[in-house]
Nanobody, 123 residues
């Protein structure tokens, strides 16, 4: 059974940085396309960034381009979302997701989901 557990969320001031971690169990993370999604209050869940099983970045939302990066540590079976230059609009619950390499970048393209970790950016 594949499980994803996010950690690292919290409260940060605008302009600050935060790194989220996603620990994968039940399957090696480098066999999955991994992505990060977020959901702001009253809004739909949206894709933020994704990387293929062979570590190529396959998707970056325009709103985070140049500020957010995704990486993977195969030894720890973890995936990270590094966020710089945070803005109040980045506030939301951030979800880690895993799926097949050829899936779509929408939520439907992922089979496995974490429970989410909240990020609040104060102005």
């Amino acid at each position: 059974q594949v499980q994803l557990v996010e950690s690292g969320g919290g409260l940060v001031q605008a302009g600050g940085s935060l790194r989220l971690s996603c620990t994968v169990s039940g399957r090696t993370a480098n066999t999955l396309r991994m992505g990060w999604f977020r959901q702001a209050p009253g809004r739909e869940r949206e894709p933020v960034i994704a990387m293929s099983a062979n570590n190529g970045v396959t998707y970056v939302a325009d709103s985070v381009r140049g500020r957010f990066t995704i990486s993977r540590d195969n030894a720890k079976n973890q995936v990270y979302l590094q966020m710089y230059g945070l803005k109040p609009d980045d506030t939301g619950v951030y979800y880690c997701a895993g799926g097949p390499n050829d899936g779509s970048h929408s939520a439907g393209g992922y089979h496995y989901w974490g429970q989410g970790t909240p990020v609040t950016v104060s102005s």
